[in-house]
């Protein structure tokens, strides 16, 4: 599963803001913060939209490499991270994803995040489509016979 997603300043801070990461070390780390604490309400059921108990979840790495080394080819500067920094963890558009969306089998994943939000380096329309184009080449260019779903979400 590729997992397309933005991020509310959860991972990416004014220090290090790319336009286009590319996450694919072995496991990506998931705990509630941010917005997947939802600390401003505290009559909601939290547990409803996100869950509030931490664990890693297995990445596609080695075609999350294989998407990296393509879309580099197909001209984008993409970044890349192998880890998060200690206390830094998933950004809540792939939270929802293993939490709503695969609700019975986990599959590994390849977190894209694209900067939809953060002047001055933010993803255009028309860049996310060309970017959608590249991950659709690179996935038709992987020689193992593969059923590979492709998720966007943005709020």
């Given amino acids: 599963m590729v997992v397309i997603g933005?991020?509310?300043?959860?991972?990416?801070?004014?220090d290090n803001m790319p336009a286009l990461s590319v996450y694919w070390g072995e496991?990506?780390?998931?705990?509630p913060k941010g917005i997947m604490k939802w600390k401003y309400d505290p009559d909601l059921d939290q547990q409803?939209?996100?869950?509030?108990?931490?664990?890693?979840y297995p990445v596609a790495t080695r075609y999350a490499e294989h998407l990296i080394q393509g879309m580099?080819?197909?001209?984008?500067?993409?970044?890349?991270?192998?880890?998060f920094k200690e206390g830094q963890t998933m950004s809540h558009s792939f939270g929802y994803v293993y939490h709503k969306?695969?609700?019975?089998?986990?599959?590994?994943?390849i977190p894209v995040t694209i900067?939809?939000?953060y002047p001055p380096n933010?993803?255009?329309?028309?860049?996310a489509f060309q970017i959608?184009?590249?991950?659709?080449?690179?996935?038709?260019?992987?020689?193992?016979?593969?059923?590979?779903?492709?998720?966007a979400l943005g709020d």
């Fill in 48 to 56: 409803l939209w996100y869950p509030q108990g931490a664990r890693d």
């Fill in 27 to 31: 496991t990506i780390p998931y705990e």
């Fill in 72 to 83: 580099v080819r197909d001209g984008f500067d993409v970044a890349q991270s192998r880890y």
């Fill in 6 to 14: 933005d991020d509310h300043k959860e991972v990416f801070l004014e």
């Fill in 122 to 127: 933010n993803i255009t329309p028309l860049r």
């Fill in 132 to 151: 959608g184009e590249s991950i659709r080449r690179q996935i038709e260019s992987w020689e193992d016979e593969l059923r590979v779903v492709v998720v």
């Fill in 101 to 109: 969306l695969m609700t019975g089998r986990i599959f590994p994943t």
């Fill in 115 to 117: 900067n939809t939000y």
